[in-house]
């Protein structure tokens, strides 16, 4: 999720087993420990493109993690401050703020490492990492809890509210994608079309407007759906064409088993001379955001090519299409219009 998110997470979990005893500081410190996982992306600079990906959300997302340096923040906070509260209660704050981290991001489409060094990556795809629907609401009631005092009943209460509403939007989430993904063999077959495999997830800014993609040996079909419409769905075709991973050759280090990791499989190749196009479309197309103005995936690479093979790559940027963002034809979208 968004940094604001894991702020405002790591704050609430921490007031809930440590505000009683620290007050705010609770809540400032659990902020602070919420975002720490997250400082992975700065070695990502070190990293070849593809695998600053895999780095990102790996072991700091894991539970060794949590395990590991919640008992050391603890010892150096419990120092810090003389000793005032007790290494539990500072052990109780780290921890739960470091853990809650990665367990709220494997909600979404990217997931997490969280049994590193396995290299598995858990990730249910519920939520998208940007949700006003999840984050305002909660943030309200943790800013609230901020002007009560310490010993007032209401603190403790109004901070359990946002995260129960917090964990309730999850679990909303949760049964949408399970709901739509039960209907996607209807949704095909309606079409007479066969696909190997589907996946389903949320579209931004909302768990309402939901992305589906299928694929058979030549082609993948993608369509939306909205909650608040359950009609007939307009599927789109998107030749898969003749270039695969599995053909491309590379200059160094072979990075086709990576990159079919981090895209899952679904991915599209385009060449035009000497640059190919590695397009990740688990995260879905621009075309509903910029009211069908530029229809690209929204994630991939750029290969750079010699001779045949790849000599460099680097991240595609999407900037130029979020320059004709419809807020107003997205949303006309997301309420079923």
Known sequence: ???????????????????????????????LAGTIPDLDVFFRAFYHPIDAALLHRGFSHSILFSIVFGPLFAW???????????????LNLFFW???????????????????WPLDVRITFNTIFVID???????????VW????????????????????????????????KLILLSQTHAVFSNENISVNRSMVTPMPLTSFYWYTLGEDDSTYYVYYTSIFNGGAKKIERIPKGNIRLENLKWKDVNYTDKLNIVSNGYYLLEQKNDTISYYDLRF??????????????????????????????????????FKFVDFHYYFKRVFGN
């Open 97 to 115: 703020s470091f853990i809650t981290h990665p367990i709220l991001d494997m909600f979404t489409n990217y997931g997490t490492q969280f049994l």
């Open 132 to 142: 006003p629907l999840y984050t305002l609401p909660f943030l309200v009631c943790l």
């Open 145 to 176: 809890v901020l002007f009560l005092k310490r010993d007032n009943p209401k603190r403790f209460k109004i901070n359990l509210i946002g995260i129960i509403y917090s964990s309730v939007y999850l679990l909303w989430g949760v049964v949408a």
């Open 284 to 321: 879905g197309f621009t075309g509903k955001l910029t009211g069908e103005k530029v229809n690209k995936p929204v994630m991939g690479y750029q290969f750079i090519t010699k001779n045949n093979a790849v000599q460099k790559a680097e991240q595609m940027n999407r900037g130029e299409a």
């Open 1 to 31: 999720m968004d940094s604001l998110t894991q702020i405002v997470l790591g704050g609430a979990v921490a007031e809930l087993v440590a505000g009683k005893k620290m007050g705010n500081k609770a809540i400032f410190w659990g902020a």
């Open 76 to 90: 150096i906070f419990f120092q810090c401050y003389k000793k005032k509260y007790t290494f539990m209660c500072w």
